[in-house]
């Protein structure tokens, strides 16, 4: 292959610095200049696992970017080892045209913010935006222009383990969430921090069935549009630059080969201009060994046909699209379709005009893990705790006390960043009996040990750590660790346990049919709750977790996420200096047996209200209830707030029209707080079935004791419409319920009529 003239390659760069109108231009000039196998190159990401050591240029994936074979790379980490690979890139392939490096940065680079689940409980979409910000200045630092995040797969069902990743339960809020994320992430595109987001996984993927992963997926189209659609589309619509699809099947085919799911749907409805990539390895997995729908051929052309533009890893793209298009599967404009979208993401980002954009080691040393950074992760991550039960206000504690801290996240630093944090350093992070030690010094004691295993099973132990570079939870003899968490326990005036799940207990592959705290940290909690002392139980987890058992017997629960700052964030709320103000994105079930559980559903024909008693011929269960133990938007704080009834500006308005919801609240205790005030709406009757309620807004306040605030909510008709069966999005005149209140279970409604 003829070298292009380096004076070529410098008139190509300098085109690239021209303004987004020359876009077109710009990558119609370059095409024209490409080879199908250089086409084919873009579409083909590789993952970077295989350039640890040696001279990149040796490896396999050095050999293939410089003959033009690469567009994208993924997984590697470091901006001098990113800095090669692009000038590999610019300076030895024929073309000269910059790799877009990804990396999975997911809550955040090295400064680490709760996991996105827990990030979701603050419901503060100023903070999200902030988190996802710093995580792009961090990431872009180091080399990475491309973050496979935000995922906005809604998950109704804890035993799936990638809840971790999303937002839980809601459309109204994951949307918000979703737009918050990409504005964080991309800005304008400008900027050095600024870099391109992927939202993820379309379409459904939190739907798999049994909560096991990757397993099948089978929905009504009524339920795609009204329920698990909209997150999705809020972040096209806020101009996200890249869509990753999904492991699932969608209507029988899988999301990567399912054309009305990525052209009608994505391109045609929601006008999503960026491009596509497939999930990891996915064209492989469509194989007969997979789903069977053909070999890497049929599937790679097929998956092109649908509008997927780059595959990720399988190779599929690259070693088969030049026979399918001979033999006329696909066509050329096919492939320049494609080619044409990734380039595009290129020329947007400004890899065109500087493809070192994002590897500039001076800023890397600035900004990665600055203390302006911790400090702001300390405050979001104190804000996402979801304090659930306080029993004779045992929190918050007094620091001049001797405390117990038991359990296998007492003092683990390695899981203390929690699941999908390839860039932690662990050995920077303060493990949380650092933390309390730091916070207490010389006025309290911390005593601390483990305690118990983290699972009774050795195997599944070490199975949860290996293969995510962290150091396992140490096995220990059940009985000796048992009696040194008893003898410090005896000794303590009030005892801190930090149980539940390590990081990699949830987050992908990490499904569980048991929802309930593993059994020896159960075993462990009982043992320590016959010493009669005050005992408060710190959750860690990703997930709805079962904490029936814990709600009657320990008094104070509180919901925890991980974090780089989780420590100190830790220290700030259970000793006071803030209040908690985490609220629950989704319901916490009873029993798994309740699984899927979700406030928004649909009426039944027989229903049966929560906390009624058992009716035989009825929609309910013999053993329990039908709500959730916690319900979605639940959580407290050290204050109390009192809620007036809901008034409306006016009983009735337009079907064009608008009018205000009023509620007011009142801080009643003897702190300073925050509350979530919510809004749920519900369509009385339409020609479908409507959920009993939905949210559709919600504002933050934080009062002084004392202190009352009005909260208004606009109702729009915006917020009254939906899908009806011909999937025609309408507002239906009629009685619509307008509810507020601090979660969907304490409300107060009035009754809205809506005319034509
Ligand atoms: C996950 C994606 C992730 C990708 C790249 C896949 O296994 O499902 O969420 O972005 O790997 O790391």
Not at 461 to 472: D, E, I, K, R, Y
């Amino acid at each position: 292959m003829k070298k292009i003239t380096a004076c070529a390659l410098g008139l190509l760069f300098c085109l690239g610095m021209k303004s987004q109108t020359n876009m077109s231009t710009f990558i119609s000039d370059l095409m024209s200049k490409m080879t199908l196998e250089e086409k084919l190159g873009q579409l083909n990401q590789l993952t970077g696992d295989d350039i640890n050591t040696g001279a990149p240029s040796q490896t396999k994936i050095g050999k293939e970017l410089i003959a033009g074979h690469v567009g994208s790379v993924l997984n590697v980490q470091g901006v001098e080892k990113i800095r090669l690979l692009q000038k590999m890139a610019v300076e030895e392939s024929r073309l000269g045209i910059p790799l877009i490096v990804g990396l999975d940065v997911i809550h955040g680079y090295e400064t680490l913010f709760p996991i996105p689940i827990g990030l979701s409980c603050t419901w503060d979409l100023k903070a999200i935006e902030e988190s996802a910000h710093i995580a792009a200045v961090e990431a872009s630092a180091n080399g990475i222009a491309w973050t496979f995040s935000p995922m906005v797969d809604i998950s109704l069902d804890p035993r799936w383990g990638r809840m971790a990743e999303g937002n839980g339960e809601d459309p109204y809020l994951g949307s918000r969430i979703a737009e918050a994320m990409i504005r964080g992430y991309q800005g304008d595109y400008s900027g050095k921090d600024n870099i391109m987001a992927c939202v993820k996984h379309f379409a459904l993927y939190g739907a798999a069935e049994s909560g096991r992963d990757y397993n099948t997926v089978d929905m009504s189209r009524l339920r795609m549009y009204n329920q698990y659609f909209a997150p999705y589309k809020a972040a096209v619509e806020a101009g996200a630059g890249s869509v990753m699809t999904s492991f699932n099947i969608v209507d029988y085919v899988p999301a990567s080969a399912n054309r009305w799911l990525m052209t009608d749907v994505l391109r045609n409805q929601w006008n999503f201009d960026g491009f596509v990539v497939t999930d990891y390895a996915t064209i492989t997995e469509m194989q007969k060994e997979g789903w069977g729908i053909g070999d890497v051929k049929t599937v790679s052309a097929k998956c092109l046909k649908a509008g997927v533009d780059m595959d990720m890893v399988s190779q599929g793209f690259i070693s088969t699209l030049g026979q399918s298009l001979k033999d006329g599967t696909i066509s050329m404009a096919d492939i320049d379709r494609a080619c044409r979208r990734v380039l595009e993401a290129k020329y947007k980002l400004g890899l065109f005009a500087d493809p070192y954009k994002y590897c500039d080691a001076k800023r890397s040393k600035e900004v990665t893990y600055c203390k302006e950074h911790r400090d702001i992760a300390r405050r979001i991550t104190a804000e996402s705790f979801v304090l659930l039960r306080n029993e004779g206000n045992i929190l918050p504690l007094d620091k001049t006390k001797k405390i117990a801290l038991i359990g296998p996240m007492a003092d683990n630093k390695g899981d203390i960043a929690g699941t999908w944090s390839f860039s932690a350093k662990p050995e920077k992070y303060k493990s949380v009996y650092e933390a309390m030690k730091a916070y207490v010094g010389k006025k309290g004691t911390i005593l601390c040990t483990q305690g118990c295993n983290l699972l009774d099973d050795a195997h599944q132990q070490q199975a949860v750590s290996n293969g995510h570079g962290l150091t396992p939870v140490p096995r220990v003899d059940d009985a000796e660790a048992k009696a040194e968490a008893l003898r410090i326990a005896k000794q303590a005036d009030v005892i801190v346990c930090a149980m539940g799940e390590c990081a990699w207990m949830s987050g992908e592959g990490t499904s569980r049919a048991d929802l309930q705290i593993p059994a020896p940290q159960r075993r462990l909690l009982e043992a320590l709750k016959e010493l009669g002392k005050p005992i408060v139980l710190l959750n860690f987890t990703g997930r709805s977790t079962v904490l029936t058992w814990e709600s009657q017997n320990i008094p104070a629960i509180m919901n925890v996420w991980f974090g780089s700052e989780c420590g100190d964030a830790l220290c700030d709320v259970l000793f006071g200096d803030t209040s908690p103000s985490g609220r629950l994105t989704m319901s916490m079930p009873y029993s798994v047996g309740q699984v899927p559980i979700y406030y928004n559903h649909l009426q039944t024909g027989r229903p049966v209200a929560d906390g009624e008693p058992y009716r035989v011929f009825a929609s309910n269960y013999i053993d329990q209830p039908n709500g959730p133990l916690y319900p979605f938007g639940y959580g407290l704080t050290y204050s109390t707030f009192s809620y007036s009834d809901v008034s409306l500006s006016s009983p009735e308005m337009n079907s064009n029209g608008s009018v205000t919801a009023t509620v007011e609240v009142k801080n009643t205790g003897s702190r300073e707080a925050s509350e979530v005030v919510q809004l749920y709406i519900r369509d009385i009757e339409a020609s479908i079935s409507r959920p009993l309620m939905e949210l559709k807004g919600f504002e933050r306040i934080t009062l002084k004791p004392g202190e009352s605030r009005k909260v208004n909510f606009a109702i729009t008709p915006e917020l009254l419409k939906f899908y009806n069966y011909d999937l025609e999005y309408v507002l239906e005149p009629g009685d619509f319920s307008i509810m507020t209140g601090p979660d969907c279970k304490h409300v107060s409604q009035a009754i809205l009529k809506v005319n034509k």
